[in-house]
Each structure stands twice: as C-alpha cells, then as structure tokens.
C-alpha cells in the first residue's frame, strides 16, 4: 500500500453533478410553484388521534376553514406547496455552499496531468488546487519537492514495484504470453491483460491474498487465493481483485466458483466494490467488448 498524506480529491465531479441536480431540481420547483397553486397554507390538526386539515388564509377564520374529506385533494395541494416553498430555500442554500466551495478550490485552468489510453484519449485532470500546485511547477522544482498528494505516474510507479511471488506453472501447462512477455493462464486471461496494460492499468498478476473462513464447527481458517489479476485504479486510489471463471460449463468448476466467492464475501470483499469478474462457457467466451466495459467501469 502506497501512502500520501493527502490522497487526490474525487469529489469534485461529484459536486458537479450535484450542482446541476440542484439547479434542475430549482428550476423545477419555481416553475411549478408559478402555476398558481391554492393561497394560503394548510394547518393539521389532531382530533381523537386523527389529523384534521384547515385551509388558512388572510380570509379565513383565525385557525383557517375546515377542508372536508371529500376535499383533501386541496389539503395536498397545500400541504406540497408548504413543503416546496422550504424545501426552495434548502435548495438555495446548498447551491450557495456548493458553488462556494467549488470556486475555492478548483483552478480555473485544469492542467492535465494523466492520460488513460490513446483508444479513448481520456484524460485526468486536476482540477483541484492542491494537486494543482505541484502539477504546474517545472520538472526541475517537482524533483526537489515531496508533494503531499503524489501524482497518478507516481503513485502507480511504486504500487508496481512491490515484489511478490506467484503461483508457478506446471511443466506440461500451455504457453501464454501478454504483450508485456509476462505468462499468464488462458488466452482470455492474455486479452484481459493487454487490454489492462493498453488502459495504462497498473496490476499484478496472482498476487497473494489471505483470507480466513470460518469452519462449519466454528473454527476459523487462513486461506491464501492468487486473484487473476490485482488492479489499481490509480485516480481513486483503490485496489481491485478481478477474477476470470472460464470453465462455467463445468459442475465441478462452477461449484468451486461459488466456493470461492463465498469465501470473499466472507472477508468483506463484494462484488462490484473491491471485486470484480468476468465469465465464459464453450458457447458463450469472453470478449473484448466485456473486458473494456469492466474496465472502464471499474478502473477508469
């Protein structure tokens, strides 16, 4: 695990997304609350632990008129008008406080800093002014500098360097090799790595991980798996384990499939938050179109 005093910010995109559900949600209100909805407001009360409702005007006696049953159609028109006209305000008071905070710490002019793949020509960039600072400086002052927040290059650079060993092969195992020359398993377990290494994906192949299980008798258990493939997502800064299940046409495969997520499930590890997966059968194999969509779900 790499460590940074500061990890980069993810939350900008985020409050943007925000912002504009706010505004929307603004707008929409104002515009409905313009369509003359009935004056007044609605008062509630409780008579023999039953709510009455009473329309309250400039006109209406001092605690407001009766609304009938057969009206309480008026008694929700005005119990939505009181909500919208508060929650106007909230809405109001959270685009300031957004805005707000957006401007102090956001640069007006983001330097990029992280390119993801020529194929999508995605770019990270920094958008906050403290990764900013440094990602501005000249290599010259970058190499006198430890920054608080290390950049994406960086950061990558030492998660990659830890060393490790993996499981080794059997003498009779095929031969199969990834654009990196590294061996690997499968030809699918090849088209997941090149396509990782296209995307500038760090990983680390059958990296150790020990889990512990707890015994139908209650006694717990350390086991050590070698997920496929141990991915870094390297804007978050989160680890990902993706598994590949190639056989899913074999019962006894399938079983220990099951098996095996189980036993990460049992340490905390789900599916879609720190694990990801992918599956094939004789007629249905994987393809590249699976292992891209993951990728950029997950890892992007």
Same mark, same amino acid.
């Given at each position: 695990m790499v460590k940074e005093l500061l990890p980069p910010e993810n939350i900008i995109k985020m409050l943007k997304e925000r912002l504009s559900q706010l505004k929307y949600t603004l707008a929409y209100k104002k515009k409905t609350q313009a369509e003359r909805p009935p004056l007044g407001h609605l008062r509630i009360a409780q008579v023999s632990n039953k709510p009455q409702y009473y329309h309250c005007t400039k006109e209406s006696p001092e605690?407001?008129?009766?609304? =009938?049953?057969?009206?309480e159609a008026l008694a929700r028109q005005l119990a939505q008008k009181d909500y919208d006209l508060k929650i106007q305000k909230l809405l109001e008071k959270e685009i300031r406080a957004t805005e707000r905070y957006l401007?102090?710490?956001?640069?007006?002019?983001?330097?990029?800093?992280?390119?993801?793949?020529?194929?999508?020509? &995605?770019?990270?960039?920094?958008?906050?002014?403290?990764? !900013?600072?440094?990602?501005?400086?000249?290599p010259a002052r970058q190499t006198l500098i430890s920054p608080v927040t290390l950049s994406d290059q960086e950061y990558a650079a030492t998660w990659l360097k830890?060393?490790?060993? &993996?499981?080794?092969?059997?003498?009779?195992?095929?031969?199969?090799?990834?654009?990196? &020359?590294?061996?690997?398993?499968?030809?699918?377990?090849?088209?997941?790595?090149?396509?990782?290494?296209q995307y500038n994906i760090p990983y680390r192949y059958e990296y150790p991980l020990t889990l512990e299980h707890t015994t139908a008798s209650g006694r717990k258990? !350390?086991?050590?798996?070698?997920?496929?493939?141990?991915?870094?997502?390297?804007?978050?800064?989160?680890?990902?384990y993706w598994e590949h299940f190639g056989f899913m046409d074999s019962p006894g495969y399938s079983q220990n499939v099951v098996s095996k997520l189980n036993l990460y499930a049992e340490n905390k590890i789900f599916a879609?938050?720190?694990?990801?997966?992918?599956?094939?059968?004789?007629?249905? =194999?994987?393809?590249?179109?699976?292992?891209?969509?993951?990728?950029?779900?997950?890892?992007?």
């Open positions: 605690k407001g008129k009766f609304i =009938p049953r057969a009206q401007s102090q710490v956001t640069s007006k002019a983001p330097h990029k800093t992280y390119v993801t793949s020529d194929k999508t020509q &995605g770019r990270r960039q920094a958008q906050n002014k403290i990764e !900013a600072l440094y990602a501005k400086m000249c830890t060393s490790y060993h &993996g499981l080794s092969f059997k003498t009779d195992s095929p031969e199969y090799y990834t654009q990196k &020359g590294e061996r690997v398993r499968s030809k699918s377990e090849v088209a997941i790595a090149n396509a990782l290494a258990e !350390a086991i050590t798996v070698h997920p496929d493939f141990l991915c870094l997502n390297v804007h978050t800064r989160t680890e990902i879609g938050h720190k694990l990801i997966f992918t599956m094939e059968s004789q007629t249905a =194999p994987l393809t590249s179109k699976v292992i891209e969509l993951m990728i950029e779900k997950f890892l992007l």
